[in-house]
């Protein structure tokens, strides 16, 4: 009887269907810090979310469909440790599936742009000490940079890496078609008016790193005064083994839709190794905007840092910023708010900002 019970198990064994092996990976940061700072007649004493790195959970998966094909995907939201803010669909990084294989990726969702992944930046795209992540959130509308302007919508996505040679491209189609345009007086979209372009090309061998982005972004409007707005930024960065040097430049035609308003990012910066598990980080970065008849405007950032790695997934840090603005420019890490004088008499922009920062991340 039991021989019989055995030969029933294998044989349903072997009659079984075949499944495919998969797994689901849970990941994420989580980063906080206190703060200290001011931005014109604004003064900041606080614990915020994510100094280095925006706080995040994410899950990623692959499933092995045979033939060297797998079926992948990611789900990552944003999260404020410091309250409870942002609940809601605001706070979704990127959310993909697809197909993978010896030639890349194919992906479809809401993902990243090669804007968002190819920066060469001393701070690591710090969104309180990075020069080039604080000038990217000033008027010049860019896109090119690790925040939420990199982000795209209803988005085919490419991704592949050969011998050093890592290539993205994406082409977000939008979801505006069935909304009104208000400069126009109401004019309904056409499917392709809000559709995005981006092309990314790295090249990495032992300490170097160098590559080239360009972003296309559809003017929805289409009316006189606006244009398709046009982004690219070159970069690279070098490590000589005292010290890695990274740097960038990029430019924006037409930013914000606005056909008479350009504008530039550099930033340089280096980082130090200190013993075992310390770093130094300094860098600095300018970023100008350039309207048709009306006098350039820039904004000057510049950071010193020290981050130290306590384990592999856990690092302290602490740094400085200080940006300053024209007037009416007003870029830096702490929210501005004008005085009351200024208000009264039409002031706007102009104040340095500055911010002292002491925090913790931790990856998992």
Do not use: C
Request: hydrophobic share 40%; net charge negative.
């Amino acid at each position: 009887m039991q021989k019989k019970l055995i030969a029933l198990a294998v044989a349903g064994l072997v009659s079984a269907p075949v499944f495919a092996q998969s797994n689901v990976t849970i990941y994420g940061v989580a980063d906080a810090y206190m703060g200290f700072g001011s931005h014109g007649d604004n003064d900041m004493a606080a614990v915020n979310s994510g100094g280095l790195a925006g706080s995040r959970i994410g899950f990623r998966g692959t499933e092995d469909l045979g033939n060297g094909l797998k079926a992948v995907f990611t789900f990552e939201h944003g999260v404020s440790i410091d309250n409870n803010d942002g609940l809601g669909e605001t706070l979704v990084r990127q959310q993909f599936v697809g197909l993978a294989g010896g030639f890349g990726s194919v992906t479809l969702g809401r993902q990243y742009a090669p804007g968002y992944d190819f920066q060469y930046d001393a701070f690591a795209s710090s969104p309180i000490l990075s020069a080039q992540s604080i000038l990217s959130n000033y008027d010049a509308a860019v896109t090119i940079d690790a925040g939420t302007g990199s982000r795209w919508d209803n988005s085919v996505a490419y991704n592949g890496s050969f011998s050093g040679l890592k290539v993205r491209a994406i082409y977000a189609m939008g979801d505006q078609e069935n909304s009104y345009v208000e400069p126009l007086g109401g004019k309904l979209m056409d499917p392709s008016d809000d559709d995005r372009f981006g092309l990314g090309v790295e090249y990495a061998n032992g300490p170097l790193k160098v590559g080239a982005v360009y972003h296309y972004l559809k003017d929805p409007v289409s009316v006189t005064g606006s244009d398709d707005q046009t982004e690219w930024l070159v970069g690279g960065s070098y490590n000589f083994g005292v010290l890695t040097l990274a740097a960038s430049y990029q430019d924006v035609s037409s930013a914000g839709y606005e056909s008479t308003v350009d504008g530039n990012i550099w930033q340089v910066g280096v980082i130090v190794p200190v013993g075992a598990a310390g770093n130094v980080h300094v860098g600095y970065g300018e970023g100008e905007i350039e309207e048709a008849g009306q006098p350039d405007l820039k904004a000057k950032s510049y950071s010193i840092a020290y981050t130290h790695a306590l384990s592999k997934r856990t690092t302290a840090y602490a740094g400085y910023n200080r940006t300053d603005n024209d007037a009416g420019l007003d870029a830096g890490p702490v929210a501005y708010r004008p005085s009351a004088a200024d208000v009264a008499a039409g002031r706007f922009g102009g104040d340095e900002s500055d911010v002292f920062a002491v925090g913790v991340r931790h990856t998992f």
